[in-house]
């Protein structure tokens, strides 16, 4: 992987950043065509740039942005080769670093184009306000052939189907800090989905398979985390807790009826120092409801999860359970590298998991840090899983 770095120091106002976020709204909920969703989020892009001044902190209350753009080039076996931009901004308020719930913010926006006619444009934001409130939010626009193999957790990548996913999301969660370490909120998941260019002959158009026609995601619920981290990018130690509820109907104008709930437990051990790093995870996904689309069925492969399963999609059902460690070494100048290992499996009912058929990955990486101040890191990882499957995932941030 070839990367050309360029770092500069930028800097703009929260007003400005609240109107971004608030142009994210209005765009996305105004129309779900993909020639609308393609600009919505394009004007986004160069809007988060756009309203950047020089960078100087003063006693007004001006932020410090630190901004990099990197060139990416990767390989996944889901995507093929893939080419695009990813920009990282870190946001620090000079007002708020004495307030108790002060951690950075950080934008990243992303555009990246696959061999397999896959497009993506996307902007991940964890925001950081006064009085202990904060929003992570991810609005996205996807175009790609995607893949589907059958319902279950036996299915056999040569039985893979081909058809277009076509969807604008916008998901996260709006919190308040309960005290220094426990927050609560609400979780918000907002999904359009249209699909089509279904094999002629396949089980999707041609089987019973439940949410073929696509259709409207739309839920709600609570959400609450526990996170005493030392740093939500690269943490060294401490704990991080989360569990929710989101409530999909149609009383919020979806198609579609069912709850999902999810639990995700994390522990980061340092070995001696901040060199060397143990990181543990154990999360599941439950759910309830006979009207989920097939697309939303819970899974364990993935970039953040199972990484050697060779496709994310390759095993669905309503339930999922994983659990993974890692091993992560700071090397030299801003390289790292990471080892890891990790099980899991998904089932129809919560008593329908088999242990003699749970499903195991081991694999290495490597890490650049894309910032010289903050410990954002460029990933990449190769993964092997049962019966002789690989793959290869190049991504933003730890998977953990």
Known sequence: MRVKIEEIKLSFSIKNYLAVLKKIFDGLMRGTKSYISILTLSILLCVAVATVAPAQKDSTGTS??????YPVFGYQPET????????FFVYDNATNELDEFYRPSTISPYV?????????IAI?????FKRGFYLDIKPRYYNFPDFFFGIGNDNKVED????????????????????????AGLRFDYQNN????????????????????????????????IDTRDNILYPSKGVYAQAELTFYSDIFGGDFNYTLFLIDLRKYISIKNTKNILAFQAAANFTSGNQIPFYNLQKVGGDKRLRGIENSRL??????VWVQAEYRRKLFWRFGATAFAGFGDVAPGLSKFNFDELKYVVGLGGRFQAMKEEKLNIRLDAGVGRGGQYAFYLSVKEAF
């Open 194 to 225: 249209n699909l089509y260019d279904f094999e002629e002959d396949g089980v999707l158009i041609n089987g019973d398979i439940f949410g073929v026609e696509g259709g409207l995601n739309s839920g709600f619920g609570p959400s609450t985390q």
């Open 160 to 183: 893979e189907e081909i058809y277009t996913n076509e969807f604008v999301r916008l998901d996260g969660r709006l919190m308040k800090f309960i005290n220094k370490w426990w927050s």
């Open 80 to 87: 093929n080769f893939t080419f695009g931009v990813i920009s």
């Open 64 to 69: 410090n942005v630190n901004f990099s753009i």
């Open 124 to 128: 991940d934001f964890d925001s950081y």
């Open 112 to 120: 990246l184009y696959t061999l397999n006619n896959q497009s993506l």
């Open 315 to 320: 095993y669905l059902d309503k339930q999922s």
